[in-house]
C-alpha cells in the first residue's frame, strides 16, 4: 500500500473525503493517491457515487469534509482564481461528450484555445484539424454535434478535452452507449494518449473489460458500506479479493444461486 | 363470446385446519383483481385455519392479474401468521412470487417531501423557498458582477453569440410584436371612441392613444411577448444545456457560465427592448390614427397635432425606460431558470413555464412600482 503523503511523483491525493447530497451522506472517508502518468478507475455499482467523486475532482460539488490535492496542493481550498487555473490543466470527457451544441466540432475545439492561447486563428485551424485527426474525425470540422453519431460525439468531446494538452484526463462512463469494437478502441486511444503525452488518467466505469485493460489501479466504492473498500491493481483483486463485494462485482456474481 | 369463459372465478373450501382456493377461469388484468373477502370471512375469529393451499389446474389464463392477486394472499398471510402453501402453486408461478419477494421493501425511503403534517410541510416549503430565493439574489449578484468585468474590459465577450441573440430577440420578434401592438392601438381607440363620444370630446382619442401607448401599453405588452417568446427560449435552450453536461463542460474548462452565456442575452434583451418598444409605439399610435379616422372622422393632421399638444419626451422615455427594466427582467428570469433547471428532460419544460411566470410577474410589478414612483415625482 502506498501512503497517502504527497511526494514528488504523487499527482492526485485525495483525503478523508466525504461527498453528500444535503443531509445524504453518500460516501465518506474516502482515501487515495493517484501517481503522474497512471490510470485510476473509479468503479462501483450503480448509483454509489463514481459519477459523483468525479465531479468533485473536477470541482463540480464541493466536498463536505475533506480535501483534494493536486501536486500537493489543496484544491478545495484554492481561491476561485486558483481553482480556474488548475482547470486548465484537466480535460474532461462527459458521458455523452457534452459538445455545445450550437457550435460545430471546429468551434467546440477552438474555444478553449482561443479562450486560453494567443495561437492565431489559422493556427488555431491546425491545432483542431491535428486533434479531430488523433481521434479518427479528419474532416468532420464543420459537423455540428446533432449530425454525427452518439461515438463520434464522445471521440469529438475527447478531442475537446485534449485541446489544452492536459495534465490530467477525466473520462465519466466512456463506454456508455458504445458497441463493444467502439468501446475497446476508445480504450486503446486512453492507454495511448497516457503513454505519448504522460498524462494520468481517471475513469469512472463498471465496464469489466474496460477495467481490466486499463486500469494501473482501481478503487472500488462499496455502496453498502458508504466508503471506499478496495485499492489497487484490479487483476490483482481478482486473483485475491479484499473483500467479497469486491469478488463478486469484478466476477459479475449476482448472489442468487 | 362465451361470458363464463371470461370470468375470474375462486371459491373458498374448508379443508381440515386449511382453506382450498379453487381458481378458475381467466385470471387477466382486464377482468378485475377480485377482493380478498372472501378469505378474511373464512379465517376470522377462527383460530382453526393454519394455512392457505392452493388449486389452480383450471385456470384457463392468467397475467399480472393473478399474481397481484396472489401477493395480496401472500401478504395477508404473513400478516396473520398464517401459513402460504406456495408449494401447491404451479412452477412458473412459484418462480415469479419468489422473484417478487427476493428483495424485501426497503425501510425508511420516506425522505420525500410532502410526507407528514402541515407544519412540516411548511417548513419543508419555507426552507426550499428561501433556497431559491438566496440563490436568485446570488444569481443577479453573479450577472452584474460579470457585466461589471465586461464594462472594465476584464473579461472576454462572445460578440457572435450576441449578434446572433440581438438578431433573435429583436429581428425575429418584429412580426409578432407589429400585429399584437397593432390590435392593442386599435383596442384602445374602440375604447376612446365608445367613453369620449358620449361626452362629446371625441377629439381626445388622440391624448388617450399617445398617452397610453407612450406610457404603458407599448412597453408592458413587448415585455409580455418577450417573456412568453425569449424567456420560455432561454430557459429551454439552458436548461437542455444543463442536462446535456455542457454547462458543466464549461465549467471544467474555466470558462463562467454567467459571462459565456447569460450575460450575451442579457445584454441583448437590454439592448432589443427599448427599441422594441418604441417600435410598438408607433405601429401602436399608427393603428389608433387608422381607426379615429374610419370612426370617429378625425383627420391625420389632428388628430397629430392633438396628440404632440397632450403627450411631452418625458412620456416617451418613461416607455423607453421600462423597456430597459422589462428587458432585463426577462433575460435574469429565463436565464435564471434555465441554470437552475434540474438534470432530466421534464425539468426542461417546468424551467420554461416558471421563466415565464416570473418574467410576466415580475413585469406587472415592475410596471406599477415605475408607475408609482412617476405619479410621486410627477412625471
Known amino acids: ?257 | 363470446m362465451d361470458s363464463q369463459a371470461q370470468k375470474t372465478i375462486f371459491k373458498v373450501e374448508r379443508k381440515g385446519d386449511k382453506l382450498l382456493l379453487h381458481l378458475s377461469g381467466v385470471w387477466k388484468l382486464g377482468c378485475g383483481i377480485p377482493d380478498i373477502d372472501a378469505i378474511e370471512s373464512s379465517t376470522d375469529g377462527k383460530a382453526t385455519v393454519k394455512g392457505i393451499t392452493f388449486e389452480t389446474s383450471k385456470i384457463s389464463g392468467w397475467d399480472s392479474g393473478l399474481m397481484t392477486f396472489l401477493i395480496k394472499v401472500l401478504n395477508y398471510c404473513q400478516a396473520n401468521g398464517l401459513d402460504f402453501d406456495q408449494a401447491s402453486l404451479p412452477d412458473n408461478l412459484d418462480r415469479l412470487l419468489k422473484l417478487s419477494q427476493a428483495v424485501p421493501e426497503k425501510e425508511g425511503l420516506g425522505g420525500h417531501e410532502g410526507r407528514g403534517n402541515l407544519f412540516h410541510r411548511a417548513g419543508i416549503a419555507s426552507i426550499h423557498h428561501f433556497g431559491e430565493f438566496k440563490a436568485s439574489v446570488s444569481f443577479v449578484g453573479e450577472c452584474f458582477l460579470s457585466a461589471l468585468g465586461l464594462l472594465r474590459g476584464r473579461r472576454p465577450f462572445r460578440w457572435r453569440d450576441f449578434f446572433l441573440v440581438m438578431q433573435e430577440v429583436g429581428v425575429d420578434a418584429l412580426p409578432i410584436v407589429s400585429l399584437i401592438s397593432f390590435l392593442v392601438g386599435l383596442i384602445i381607440s374602440f375604447l376612446g371612441a365608445v367613453v369620449l363620444l358620449r361626452f362629446g370630446a371625441e377629439v381626445y382619442v388622440s391624448y388617450l392613444i399617445g398617452y397610453g401607448m407612450l406610457r404603458e401599453m407599448g412597453a408592458l405588452m413587448t415585455g409580455i411577448i418577450m417573456a412568453g417568446r425569449t424567456g420560455a427560449a432561454f430557459a429551454a435552450q439552458i436548461g437542455s444545456m444543463k442536462v446535456s453536461e455542457e454547462i458543466d463542460a464549461l465549467r471544467t474548462m474555466g470558462i463562467s457560465p454567467i459571462d459565456f452565456i447569460v450575460l450575451p442575452r442579457m445584454l441583448a434583451l437590454f439592448l432589443m427592448m427599448p427599441l422594441l418598444a418604441i417600435y410598438a409605439d408607433i405601429v401602436g399610435i399608427f393603428s389608433g390614427m387608422l381607426i379615429s379616422k374610419s370612426l370617429l372622422d378625425i383627420a391625420y393632421p389632428i388628430f397629430l397635432n392633438g396628440m404632440l399638444e397632450a403627450v411631452a419626451l418625458p412620456d416617451f422615455f418613461l416607455g423607453v425606460i421600462k423597456g430597459v427594466v422589462f428587458g432585463v427582467i426577462v433575460a435574469i428570469s429565463g436565464c435564471l431558470k434555465g441554470m437552475r433547471c434540474g438534470n432530466s428532460a421534464d425539468s426542461v419544460g417546468l424551467a420554461a413555464t416558471s421563466a415565464v411566470v416570473t418574467g410576466i410577474t415580475c413585469i406587472i410589478i415592475a410596471n406599477a412600482v415605475i408607475d408609482w414612483i412617476a405619479a410621486v415625482y410627477g412625471i
Open chain 1, 1 to 257: 500500500m502506498k501512503n497517502s503523503q504527497s511526494n514528488g511523483k504523487t499527482h492526485i491525493t485525495v483525503s478523508h473525503l466525504e461527498m453528500a447530497y444535503g443531509d445524504f451522506v453518500v460516501m465518506r472517508d474516502l482515501n487515495f493517491t493517484v501517481e503522474h502518468g497512471e490510470v485510476l478507475v473509479i468503479m462501483g455499482g450503480s448509483g454509489c457515487g463514481k459519477s459523483t467523486l468525479l465531479r468533485h475532482l473536477i470541482g463540480l460539488k464541493e466536498p463536505a469534509k475533506g480535501d483534494i490535492l493536486y501536486d500537493g496542493q489543496s484544491f478545495v481550498q484554492s481561491s476561485l482564481e486558483e481553482q480556474k487555473k488548475k482547470l486548465r490543466a484537466f480535460g474532461v470527457l462527459y458521458q455523452g461528450g457534452a459538445l455545445w451544441s450550437s457550435m460545430t466540432l471546429s468551434e467546440n475545439i477552438a474555444l478553449p484555445l482561443e479562450e486560453y492561447t494567443k495561437l492565431t486563428p489559422s493556427e488555431i485551424r491546425e491545432v483542431i484539424a491535428y486533434k479531430l485527426a488523433l481521434v479518427g474525425l479528419a474532416g468532420f470540422e464543420e459537423f455540428y454535434p446533432s449530425e454525427i453519431s452518439g461515438g463520434m460525439r464522445k471521440r469529438a468531446g475527447l478531442a475537446r478535452a485534449m485541446a489544452l494538452d492536459p495534465e490530467i484526463l477525466f473520462f465519466d462512463e466512456p463506454s456508455a452507449g458504445l458497441d463493444p469494437i467502439s468501446s475497446s478502441r476508445l480504450d486503446d486511444l486512453i492507454l495511448q494518449l497516457r503513454d505519448s503525452l504522460g498524462s494520468t488518467v481517471v475513469v469512472v466505469t463498471h465496464e469489466l473489460q474496460s477495467i481490466f485493460a486499463i486500469a494501473d489501479k482501481a478503487v472500488f466504492l462499496d455502496v453498502e458500506k458508504r466508503t471506499l473498500t478496495a485499492l489497487g491493481n484490479p487483476n490483482d483483486m481478482l486473483r485475491d479479493p479484499p473483500n467479497d463485494n469486491v469478488r463478486r462485482f469484478l466476477t459479475r456474481d449476482s448472489g442468487t444461486d
